[in-house]
């Protein structure tokens, strides 16, 4: 069996802005929370924002949220997808906005976690060798009419080391008020290094849309991806210090 590591580094947990219209800002978000290292499989729950409109006058609003569960591989290939019980619907508009055909039922999850020894993250916090992961932030340049945002980069270091880094690696930006988390995942020598990265951004008016004085309506939205990090030749031998 490989040895499987996973470092949860730093988690911002999103909070829903509130819309300015009827039905707006309906959000998908994710946490990611056990590995099965046998596996080598991921899981993440999720929760998918929806909302019908109301016959009334003035149009009013029904909102609710859909529970669901996606087994990812640490390719980044979506094995599959639990979801609640719920009505055709929903059931739809799942499949449409998640690009998922065949769904499980969300209370067959237990069994298939167990079968296939999901452990919760907690249980791997460092690498077999003591290497450990750290999120580094910095604030960009301010943008007229844009939200204030960070670059977000990762970071690897060997066990005691403060200031230099085994491994660096920019992810991208994320809008400060949407928020952002990063989970890393320590495989093996051979597969470096994986990473769960989610950059929210903020759909809806920027600052300024409506006039100087505006700070804009920040609809948080997410899509987090499966990195792999520490795949060339330079990097696998500096990671080779983790195993």
Known sequence: ????????????????????????????????????????????????AWCTKTGSTPPGEKRGKLRFAAVRSLGGVTRAWFVDRTTARLRAE????????AQRPLASLAAYKKRLGFQPLARFRVSPRGCYARVDKVADKAKAGSFASSTIRLLVFARGERKKPLLARRLGHADDEAGHSVLTAFVSKRDGVVAWVDLGRCAGPPPGYF?????????????????????????RLALARCF
């Open 1 to 48: 069996m490989r040895r499987l590591a996973l470092v949860a580094v730093l988690t911002i947990i999103p909070t829903v802005a509130s819309a300015t219209d009827i039905c707006e800002d309906t959000p998908i978000t994710y946490s990611a929370r056990a590995v099965s290292a046998s596996a080598g499989l991921l899981l993440v729950d999720g929760l998918m």
């Open 94 to 101: 799942f499949r449409r906005r998640l690009r998922a055909r």
């Open 211 to 235: 006039g100087s004085e505006d700070p804009g309506t920040c609809y948080k939205t997410h899509a987090p991806r499966l990195l792999r990090l520490g795949t060339t030749v330079g990097s």
